[in-house]
Each structure stands twice: as C-alpha cells, then as structure tokens.
C-alpha cells in the first residue's frame, strides 16, 4: 500500500512538474469575479497545489477555479455540476464553453462564509483537476435533492435581463409543473432556476406562437418573440423534465408594435429603457435628447432588441447635420457623433424605409440655442444679429430674449 501511495504522488509530482509555469486563483463572488482583484491565489505544494485564506464566503453565484489569468484571462474555467461539501474530494472539468458550472458549498445559492480555509487540488492529465477539497472550520454538508422547491423566473429584453427588476416568477404546480402569467411582454428571454445563470433555459426559437409548446435546452441560445410582436394576456407553462431541460407552453394575443430608439454606453445599452423616437405624422420618428455624449457609441434598437440599424463600418462617425442609410442587422457597427468630452443637446430623425430593411439617420446638434419657431411667437425684447432692436421678429435670425433664434 505504501508502495502504490509514493507511486501516486510521484506521478502527481511529476504532472506538478510539467506544469510548473501555471499558476491558479479562486474567483467569485467574494471579489466580484475579478482576475486581478483581490484573488486567493494557489501556491505549489507537495507535487499539487494549495491556497489559504483567513475568510472566505461564497456568495450568491458562488465560484470558479481559473488557470493562467494573466496570460489566457477567461479561457481556462474549472468547475463542478453538483453543489460540494467540505472535506470531500471532487473532480472539477474545464469549463470549455464558459458557461455555467459554478462551484458552490451545500446548495446553489447557498450563501455560506467559512475560516481558515484551504484549497486543494493536484492537476489531471486530461484537463481536470483532481482531489479538489476545501477544509475550514465549518463544516459544511450537501442537501438532499427534494429539500426544497426549486424557483424559476424569466428574465429578457422587456425588463432589462435583470433578476431585480420585475422578472416574471412561476409558481410551482406540483410534478414539476410551474406556471406564469403577465400582461404583456416582447423580445428575448430565458428561464432561469433558484436566481442563477447557471444552466439557464433557452434555445427554444425566436418566433414563438401562442398555442403552441416549445422546447427549451440549459444553457440554450435566447428563445422570444420576433421583433415588434407583443404578446398580451401571455400565461406560460412551463414543464421541467428529469434531464433538467424543459418544455413551455405559450398562450395569449399577439400584436406588432414597431418602436425605434438609441442605445449605447449613454443608458448603460438598455433595448428596453432606450431613448425612443415618436412617430410624426409625416412617417419619420423622431426625438430631442439633452446632454448627449459626443464619441461614444450607439445604435438604433429596432422594436426594443438587438435587430438594430447599423453603420456600414464599425464604428462610424456621423456629421451633425447630414443624413446617413443604416441597415437593418445585428452586429457590432455603431455609430459615434460629436467630440468625446463634449455633451451635445440633439434633434433626431429617423425614416424607416417601406421594405423596413434600412433607414436615414440625421442627427442635429441644437448646442448653440438656436431654435426653430412659427412666426409670431415671439415674446419679449427683440434685436437683429447687429444688435438693433427691433419692433417684431423678422425672417433670419433674431436675439429674443438673450437668445439666438431662427425664424422661418
């Protein structure tokens, strides 16, 4: 037995060996997943390695173990599909896609803080990381399954992809079965369970239909309605089958609703608190925007998604004043307008083409004061631009008030 141990840690050291340049931290919530920040970090020890800490509490989304931050960032993830307790040894995969798999102590979302942790783990040949074990003063245990109602709410483009801000809960009918019901809603979503990106749900098609059931997948793509389709009186069933992946049934009305506005670093790239233009009775939409940051990017959401009116280039620095054609995509081509540093008060104007597919931007910068009036609306003192004063306002321009204004 003892010869079969010192062969064991022998092979351990010499895989310690070939991968000495590596280094490893633990990430999380306890640093606000940060790669730099305040990591705890492994050390080589005993042909594995090994890392400390006086505190450490695992928080909401739990963590993750990652390989070589400073030089591959994200590509290297290590975790486990099934929550752990301490004192056990586990077996923790590369995260290949970078989805999911957190690691958490006792349950998912368990918020647990522990002290005088240790971190253990000795690297696998086959990209895993082997005899994982956290030891610390607390003991911690695994749930059993059925120890409580998972919860599930949708989250998409229609409240932010926020799980604050009014996400759409399910109540659980028995068997696995939870329903939801609301008003109204549009654009993309998925389904998450117990507060946690983890194995999300989704991937069951862009185009729902009421009266029909769709598939969804963990970790699938974003599933919804196409653009400008609004779903009323919506009630969703939603059936969660024993391979953790689901099917839902949609039932309501549908209606389209087109709707067009900026997004960009200016609101934090928010399809669903965009700055939306208003049709006009002529057809254009348009809006004013005050205190627009010049340089930075935006686009134009079309129906409060991520099918946009795009620059032809990425990005594209518009002209105040001229008018531009943007295609209908979704890509990455934004536009930029103005100086960066300077904040501009704009008059927008968009004009959809019949076919939908491109649009003209024209984006004007009404900084200097001048302002476009009826004539006759005119109030108070009045002088030319040579300063003379005048009787009534006059075609051109007129100082009313202190201020420079346009009259047609």
Known sequence: MKKIFTLLMSAFTLVGMANAQDTYIVTGDYNSWSLSENCITFVEADGGYAATAAEFTTGQWGFKIIKNPAVDGWTYQYGIGEPIATGTDYTLRWIEDGQGNNIYLGAENNNVTL????FEFYPGSDNTLDYFRITADEVITVGEPGDKVDEY???GTWQGWSFENNPLKFEHQGEGVYTASIDEIYGDWKI???NSWTDALGGG???MQPGNTYNLYKNGDNTGFAAGVVLRNGKFTLTILEDGNAT????????VEHSYGLVGSFQGWNTGNAAFLEQQSDGSWTTDIESFPGGQMFKVSIDKTWECFLAQDAPTQLTFGSPYTCARGNNDNNFTIGEEGNNYNVHVVLVVANDEQSAELTITDKTSGITLLQTGVA?????DVMGRKLQSSQTGLNVIDGKVVLIK
């Open 115 to 118: 002290h005088n942790v240790k």
């Open 153 to 155: 709410m949708m989250v």
């Open 192 to 194: 998450v369970k117990n």
């Open 205 to 207: 098609g862009m185009n």
């Open 248 to 255: 839902i049934a949609v039932e309501g009305t549908t209606a």
């Open 379 to 383: 109030r108070g003192s009045i002088y």
